[in-house]
């Protein structure tokens, strides 16, 4: 046989041999996709299921701990002891008679009130003394003769649930007894689970959930805010890669599967988000198989297609000669790369040395920079003692000599600084009052100020605004803004400055100026950024201060004002001392 005849012989088997492949290929491709649309709906449909089953249980979960807990108040409102501990006004026994029915009640507390709304009793011994005349567990129970279930909302966030009743001894009531529901194992329970789940009141509100930051909120809220890394995150890292998931709702762009049931009980209602994820480990696991199925048939195919065909031997050897050429070539380009990389060593040895001394170099400005100021108050109170002296008015100039003292105690302070810019941490930080950091800034600034016509207005609260922090990093930050305040308004024709100290969930501390605005947001806390003349500045007091307010942990922000000038706010974590104290 010539070599034509067998080359037009073998063509036939060619194109049979890409048919076969092609149409083994498209089988694949329809029984995956089949396979996955049959599984997906029969997994997801049983996922349902077990959704609402166990939302159910839920749902009776919960009102059986409302049901066991709705007894208990009338049945100690006929306690013989508490019933006598009231009229006798004798509680020694009766914090002791309440502990003695907690445990085997299972309430997360229990407290017995007087006629007037004093807690006489109760298990925990830090309510006693307490007064709830106002709260609407006492106010109702004594309006009714039937227990009372109440929800009232905690200050520090959550809510508490209370069944109360009146203590009547002859027809005169003597009291009020409570019975705090211990719904927080209920929580527990619910976020043990791949589910997010949350109760709401008839009018909406979210009272339960496992995700504390919903409780409060109305759903429409509650999912419009970012969710925390918990079981609803995990859900929707689950569904993400679904095809067709069956929608019920959209959860951050993502759909995830909803179900909602009534709790008989004061029109509540509870809503759940069920994860995907076991539905997806099934059909994958399926659709794994029957990938691997037919990858066995198509390799089997293509091993004979080999046999059959000589040429792959030519293939072979021509490709392992052009594999021989590349790893010589790789060797060369090797022992170059490691040519460069022991010329790449000496150069960053070089860079290392050059990045110590631009360090110091930055350490040492900062210094200057911040000295700057008290030398020159100094120099300023120095001029006036030396005229009060010639005017023989020592106790006046005495005055000046103890405002130089304390800035020279300041530039000692400042220099001892230096120690711990080589460590992080807050073991220096204590209590601090903004308000009086705010007072012995303005006080340094003093001299500057009397040089010119400046409207300073300044809106302090009332009360003290306390930060944990250095007291000293925090003045340096506002005489900073300041000082920045002051050289905008150098042009301005009516120059004013604007202090404003607010305080709410964080302490919020803004300088306003009238000046002619910010150039350049984007580097104006870059080190030696300045738009002074030189001379005037070095560009790095933006620089320290948002590092101070970092180390603090707050965030200082610069932006142009609507109506001109400049507004530099400084937020900082409030300080608390019952939260510190509870720590």
Same mark, same amino acid.
């Given at each position: 046989?010539?070599?034509?005849?067998?080359?037009? &012989?073998?063509?036939?088997?060619?194109?049979?041999?890409?048919?076969?492949?092609?149409?083994?290929?498209?089988?694949?491709?329809?029984?995956?996709?089949?396979?996955?649309?049959?599984?997906?709906?029969?997994?997801?449909?049983?996922?349902?299921?077990? =959704?609402?089953?166990?939302?159910?249980?839920?749902?009776?979960?919960?009102?059986?701990?409302?049901?066991?807990?709705?007894?208990?108040?009338?049945?100690?409102?006929?306690?013989?002891?508490?019933?006598? =501990?009231?009229?006798?006004?004798?509680?020694?026994?009766?914090?002791?008679?309440?502990?003695?029915?907690?445990?085997?009640?299972? =309430?997360?507390?229990?407290?017995?009130?007087?006629?007037?709304?004093?807690?006489?009793?109760?298990?925990?011994?830090?309510?006693?003394?307490?007064?709830?005349?106002?709260?609407?567990?006492?106010?109702?129970?004594?309006?009714?003769?039937?227990?009372?279930?109440? *929800?009232?909302?905690? @200050?520090?966030?959550?809510?508490?649930?209370?069944?109360?009743?009146?203590?009547?001894?002859?027809?005169?009531?003597?009291?009020?007894? &409570?019975?705090?529901?211990?719904?927080?194992?209920?929580?527990?329970?619910?976020?043990?689970?791949?589910? $997010?789940?949350?109760?709401?009141?008839?009018?909406?509100?979210? #009272?339960?959930?496992? +995700?504390?930051?919903?409780?409060?909120?109305?759903?429409?809220?509650?999912? $419009?805010?970012?969710?925390?890394?918990?079981?609803?995150?995990?859900?929707?890292?689950?569904?993400?890669?679904?095809? !067709?998931?069956?929608?019920? !709702?959209?959860?951050?762009?993502?759909?995830?599967?909803?179900?909602?049931?009534?709790?008989?009980?004061?029109?509540?209602?509870?809503?759940?988000? !069920?994860?995907?994820?076991?539905?997806? @480990?099934?059909?994958?696991?399926?659709?794994?198989?029957?990938?691997?199925?037919?990858?066995?048939?198509? =390799?089997?195919?293509?091993?004979?297609?080999?046999?059959?065909? $000589?040429?792959?031997?030519?293939?072979?050897?021509?490709?392992?000669?052009?594999?021989r050429a590349l790893n010589a070539q790789l060797q060369r380009e090797i022992? @170059?790369?490691?040519?460069?990389?022991?010329?790449?060593?000496?150069?960053?040895?070089?860079?290392?040395?050059?990045?110590?001394? $631009?360090?110091?170099?930055?350490?040492?400005?900062?210094?200057?920079?911040?000295?700057?100021?008290?030398?020159?108050?100094?120099?300023?109170?120095?001029?006036?003692?030396?005229?009060?002296?010639?005017?023989?008015?020592?106790?006046?100039?005495?005055?000046?000599?103890?405002? #130089?003292?304390d800035l020279i105690d300041r530039m000692g302070a400042i220099t001892r600084?230096?120690?711990?810019?080589?460590?992080?941490?807050?073991?220096?930080?204590?209590?601090?009052? !903004?308000?009086?950091?705010?007072?012995?800034?303005?006080?340094?600034?003093?001299?500057?100020?009397?040089?010119?016509?400046?409207?300073?207005?300044?809106?302090?609260?009332?009360?003290?605004?306390?930060?944990?922090?250095?007291?000293?990093?925090?003045?340096?930050?506002?005489?900073?803004?300041?000082?920045?305040?002051?050289?905008?308004?150098?042009?301005?024709?009516?120059?004013? #400055?604007?202090?404003?100290?607010?305080?709410?969930?964080? *302490?919020?501390?803004?300088?306003?100026?009238?000046?002619?605005?910010?150039?350049?947001?984007?580097?104006?806390? +870059?080190?030696?950024?300045?738009?002074?003349?030189?001379?005037?500045?070095?560009?790095?007091?933006?620089? #320290?201060?948002?590092?101070?307010?970092?180390?603090?942990?707050?965030?200082?922000?610069?932006?142009?004002?609507?109506?001109?000038?400049?507004?530099?706010?400084?937020?900082?974590?409030?300080?608390?001392?019952?939260?510190?104290?509870? +720590?």
């Amino acid at each position: 046989m010539t070599q034509a005849a067998a080359s037009h &012989s073998k063509r036939p088997d060619r194109w049979f041999f890409r048919i076969v492949v092609a149409g083994v290929c498209l089988l694949a491709v329809v029984v995956i996709s089949v396979t996955n649309n049959l599984l997906t709906q029969r997994f997801s449909e049983s996922t349902t299921t077990r =959704a609402e089953i166990r939302l159910t249980l839920y749902v009776a979960s919960l009102m059986s701990e409302l049901q066991r807990n709705s007894i208990v108040p009338q049945l100690l409102a006929r306690d013989p002891e508490l019933i006598t =501990a009231l009229q006798d006004r004798n509680y020694s026994l009766s914090t002791q008679r309440l502990l003695s029915f907690v445990d085997e009640i299972g =309430a997360a507390s229990l407290m017995l009130l007087d006629r007037d709304g004093r807690t006489v009793a109760a298990t925990d011994r830090n309510k006693i003394g307490e007064t709830h005349k106002s709260e609407p567990y006492f106010v109702n129970a004594q309006r009714s003769n039937v227990t009372i279930f109440s *929800v009232t909302e905690r @200050e520090q966030g959550g809510y508490v649930f209370v069944y109360s009743r009146k203590v009547e001894s002859g027809g005169e009531m003597l009291g009020v007894i &409570s019975v705090e529901v211990d719904m927080a194992k209920l929580e527990r329970g619910w976020a043990g689970v791949s589910d $997010a789940v949350f109760v709401t009141t008839s009018q909406g509100d979210i #009272i339960l959930s496992t +995700e504390p930051r919903w409780r409060g909120l109305m759903e429409a809220d509650a999912l $419009a805010r970012q969710s925390a890394p918990s079981a609803i995150q995990r859900a929707l890292q689950a569904t993400q890669d679904w095809s !067709t998931p069956p929608v019920d !709702t959209y959860l951050g762009g993502v759909a995830v599967l909803r179900r909602e049931i009534r709790v008989p009980f004061q029109g509540w209602r509870m809503v759940s988000f !069920t994860t995907y994820s076991s539905v997806r @480990e099934k059909v994958n696991g399926v659709l794994a198989l029957e990938v691997m199925g037919f990858a066995i048939l198509l =390799a089997l195919l293509f091993w004979m297609s080999n046999r059959k065909t $000589a040429s792959r031997l030519i293939f072979f050897q021509r490709e392992s000669a052009e594999l021989r050429a590349l790893n010589a070539q790789l060797q060369r380009e090797i022992a @170059e790369r490691e040519k460069v990389e022991k010329t790449l060593e000496v150069a960053e040895q070089t860079l290392a040395q050059s990045s110590k001394l $631009a360090a110091l170099g930055e350490m040492s400005a900062a210094v200057s920079h911040e000295l700057n100021q008290p030398l020159a108050a100094m120099k300023t109170y120095l001029a006036g003692a030396r005229l009060l002296l010639q005017r023989k008015r020592p106790d006046e100039a005495m005055s000046s000599f103890q405002r #130089i003292d304390d800035l020279i105690d300041r530039m000692g302070a400042i220099t001892r600084q230096l120690k711990s810019y080589a460590r992080k941490g807050a073991d220096a930080f204590e209590p601090v009052d !903004t308000r009086a950091a705010v007072s012995s800034a303005l006080s340094m600034m003093e001299p500057q100020l009397k040089t010119r016509q400046v409207d300073i207005t300044r809106t302090l609260p009332s009360g003290p605004v306390m930060i944990m922090g250095d007291r000293l990093r925090l003045e340096q930050v506002i005489i900073n803004l300041l000082r920045n305040a002051l050289d905008a308004t150098k042009l301005s024709k009516d120059p004013a #400055i604007e202090i404003l100290l607010a305080a709410g969930d964080t *302490v919020s501390l803004t300088v306003r100026d009238n000046g002619q605005g910010i150039v350049n947001l984007d580097e104006l806390f +870059e080190p030696f950024y300045t738009t002074k003349e030189p001379g005037d500045g070095v560009g790095l007091g933006l620089a #320290i201060s948002s590092g101070i307010v970092n180390d603090l942990g707050g965030r200082l922000t610069a932006r142009n004002a609507v109506s001109g000038g400049a507004v530099f706010e400084v937020q900082l974590p409030i300080y608390i001392e019952q939260a510190a104290a509870a +720590e």
